[in-house]
């Protein structure tokens, strides 16, 4: 078997690193709020197709997208195990959207080397720390950014090869990427705007109308739970997407359902975290020095650019720095990159063969770094949350009402026989003796002042005898509720 022919197996490789690295670390995929609702949401799902709508009454308030959750969902009649069933959509998207990068690149440079492709696809994306992230969490990045790659790939089989069946493959892979992550839609409707522009001009209308009917049917999923479950589950009811605007471009403080959070810089600037930010690949930039003019030579190239900065610019607005957002702006980007890359990879072997070796080690070197410092959150968090649960647990007896925020989630998932009710939610008047409080006043005061968390937790210290039943790690404690003062 010659080398080229095994790298063709480098994407099942790439999946198996995964499941190694999740083994090794024993991470579970699950840290933070929105990992824990994914999880929920994938198990309401799942007895909503097994038992029918009526199990989506238990549904309770959600804005994430369904994409992720459904997927997970219809996985579990394959594997049980609703974490794990979600943990093996993670690692195989992130295994599919290497191969897909790998495929992006082919199609745009077939003349390049095979060795070329793969190495650049594993140094630059795949050990990129944040991609390592997606791979690893109950998150629905991995899977979104596979969605988000297949749909330029059939949209760029349209725009650069004519193959006009590639339309109703963008526009099916663009709905299913908008409904697993929503920030997608801000890139991709232009995208399939300009393939639908290129249809009509070659007068190809019913493959246009073929693949806007075909694209409105991958959006149902999404929508079929929500209506279901009576939620306005739609991209537009998004709080986030409610709160965007002009001015967050250059803000670096936001308060709003979120609490106040300040970052150390403007929004504007944080839009270009791809290209010097350590946790995508910071050796990455310096191939803007190896870049020629005639590289951007591709008319889907200026398509592509356009939609770059239509994301940019939405992600920008939004109230918020996170760079789980710009994980596909990274992918473009290093689209871009990747001639100035094969000019390194060719010229470097053939001249100076010790110092490119040198310098990938080195590139690699750097991505490994980041990669420990990107997971030492995520996998802190989820030993923080089991912790907590392996030490409330034996004070609490089974169905009492346990009153948090930021927890939540995890209680829900570490200890279902509990009633756990989200301080966040809703604004309590009453809370009942031989109740519990799982709080943190001193960590969760500044962002959350005048809001439900810090209005119900002075609520219940006002207004109760609270004993503190436990301290528990990073200044949580567990309260007991007890006689009205």
């Known amino acids: 078997m010659t080398l080229n022919t095994s790298l063709r197996y480098l994407p099942l490789l790439i999946t198996l690193g995964f499941i ?74 992130a295994g599919m959207a290497a191969w897909m990068f790998e495929r992006l690149l082919r199609l745009w440079g077939p003349g390049t080397s095979p060795r070329s492709r793969w190495a650049f696809t594993v140094v630059a994306l795949v050990l990129s720390p944040y991609f390592i992230r997606a791979g690893l969490t ?27 069946r590639g339309a109703v493959w963008a526009a099916v892979l663009a709905g299913l990427a908008v409904i697993t992550r929503f920030t997608a839609a801000a890139f991709l409707l232009p995208f399939v705007i300009a393939i639908g522009w290129h249809l009509l001009r070659k007068r190809q209308v019913g493959w246009m109308l073929l693949a806007c009917i075909a694209g409105t049917m991958a959006l149902l999923p999404h929508f079929y739970f929500g209506v279901m479950g009576e939620l306005d589950q739609n991209v537009f009811g998004h709080q986030t997407l409610r709160d965007w605007s002009w001015g967050s471009l250059f803000s670096v ?54 939609c770059l900065a239509v994301l940019l610019l939405f992600v920008g607005g939004l109230p918020c720095q996170n760079m789980r957002y710009l994980i596909p702006a990274f992918s473009v980007l290093l689209l871009f990159l990747f001639p100035a890359w094969d000019r390194f990879f060719s010229y470097g072997f053939y001249f100076f063969k010790r110092l490119t070796w040198a310098i990938i080690g080195v590139a690699v070197a750097m991505q490994l770094a980041g990669i420990a410092w990107v997971l030492r959150h995520p996998v802190a968090r ?15 007896s089974p169905g009492v009402a346990l009153f948090t925020f930021d927890l939540d989630g995890a209680m829900r998932t570490y200890l279902p026989d509990i009633q756990v009710r989200n301080m966040w939610n809703d604004h309590y008047d009453d809370f009942p003796p031989g109740s519990y409080i799982l709080f943190n006043e001193s960590g969760l005061r500044d962002q959350w002042q005048g809001q ?30 007890g006689a009205v003062k």
């Open 20 to 93: 190694l690295l999740a083994y090794l670390l024993s991470f579970n995929g699950l840290y933070g709020q929105d990992a824990h609702e994914y999880l929920r949401l994938s198990r309401v799902y799942y007895d909503c197709l097994r038992e029918g709508p009526t199990a989506l009454d238990s549904i309770g308030h959600a804005e994430m997208a369904g994409g992720y959750p459904i997927a997970g969902a219809l996985l579990r009649f394959v594997i049980p195990d609703a974490v794990l069933a979600l943990q093996i959509v993670s690692w195989l998207s």
């Open 452 to 481: 439900n968390p810090m209005l119900n937790w002075d609520f219940a210290k006002d207004n109760y005898e609270l004993k503190e039943m436990q301290a528990l790690p990073r200044g949580w404690a567990l309260y007991e509720v």
């Open 382 to 396: 989820n030993r923080f949350e089991t912790t907590v649960a392996e030490q409330v647990r034996p004070v609490l």
């Open 253 to 306: 403080a936001f308060s709003n359902t979120n609490g106040t959070v300040r970052y150390w810089m403007p929004n504007i600037l944080y839009v270009f975290g791809p290209l010097a930010h350590p946790g995508f690949c910071l050796p990455v930039s310096l191939l803007f020095l190896m870049a020629k003019k005639t590289d951007f030579h591709h008319p889907s190239q200026r398509v592509l650019l356009l």
């Open 138 to 164: 109950v998150m629905s990045d991995a899977l979104g950014l596979f969605l988000f790659l297949a749909a330029l790939y059939g949209g760029l089989q349209v725009l650069e090869k004519g193959r006009r």
